[in-house]
């Protein structure tokens, strides 16, 4: 995305932002893997970089609002990522829990200026989290975002009137098996608020599944929340049509790839 956001040019990133989610549809997939609305202020950022626009917020709004809005235009389900920003950090989180010691205000000024001018325009319906640690909300041992109340429910579904889908990073990612393990990565990531993990994909998806239903079953996780997050999975299912059309047209892959 540092490309586009050297040509400064909103049209490019709709353009870009509609070839891609119409050539994932056609292929069957619903979530392109964007937009990274990530500000990197950090040069030394070691795992976001050329994933983000820039290192200025108002230049990340005025790019990635038009990439959200060609995929909802696509009718494709946003990926916007990191939140709530990984781009004042330097470590990999796919090694280590990075931590982000910024004030709130200053997150909130910045890394969360993209979230806050595109939720109330209607232009996100899919959030991925991220793994780092934030004092200003978790205070304490380094304890990621993906597992804390305070971030994924209280700031993203309260403070910012969030109420599209929320999806995990990988609980593949080392920070997260080492920590919890693979059962109470996933447990501890709906608890939190997530309505869909990416689930450890070097093990079995039972083991994951497994674990989420005697977390249910015991009264850990609500069954109201599960409710909850299944009727917004079936809503967008149904927005974008999978629900009477399930199946890809193949004779019309040509048409619409490339």
Not at 37 to 44: A, I, K, M, Q, S
Not at 76 to 86: E, R, V
Not at 205 to 228: F, K, N, Y
Request: glycine share 6%; aromatic share 6%; proline share 7%.
């Amino acid at each position: 995305l540092m490309r586009v956001g050297a040509t400064r040019d909103p049209e490019l990133a709709y353009r870009l932002a509609w070839l891609e989610a119409t050539e994932q549809r056609a292929y069957g997939f619903h979530i392109p893997g964007m937009p990274c609305l990530d500000v990197n202020t950090n040069p030394r950022n070691a795992i976001i970089n050329t994933r983000a626009f820039s290192d200025d917020a108002e230049l990340v709004c005025r790019l990635g609002l038009p990439m959200l809005r060609a995929q909802i235009d696509a009718r494709a389900i946003t990926c916007a990522m990191h939140f709530p920003g990984h781009g004042a950090t330097e470590d990999d989180s796919h090694i280590r829990i990075p931590v982000d010691g910024r004030s709130e205000q200053d997150i909130w000024e910045c890394d969360l200026l993209p979230y806050r001018e595109a939720i109330p325009q209607g232009l996100l319906n899919g959030i991925c989290t991220n793994h780092l640690h934030y004092p200003c909300w978790e205070p304490g041992p380094p304890a990621p975002a993906t597992i804390s109340h305070r971030i994924v429910t209280d700031l993203l579904r309260g403070r910012l009137g969030y109420d599209g889908l929320i999806m995990s990073d990988s609980l593949t990612m080392k920070p997260m098996k080492d920590a919890y393990g693979i059962e109470q990565a996933a447990i501890l990531t709906v608890q939190a608020g997530h309505d869909i993990v990416l689930q450890d994909y070097q093990s079995d998806p039972r083991i994951t599944h497994r674990a989420l239903v005697e977390a249910v079953r015991d009264g850990r996780i609500s069954e109201d929340q599960v409710a909850a997050s299944a009727a917004r999975i079936m809503r967008y299912k149904q927005w974008m049509g999978v629900l009477e059309d399930p199946l890809v047209d193949l004779e019309q892959v040509p048409q619409r790839v490339a």
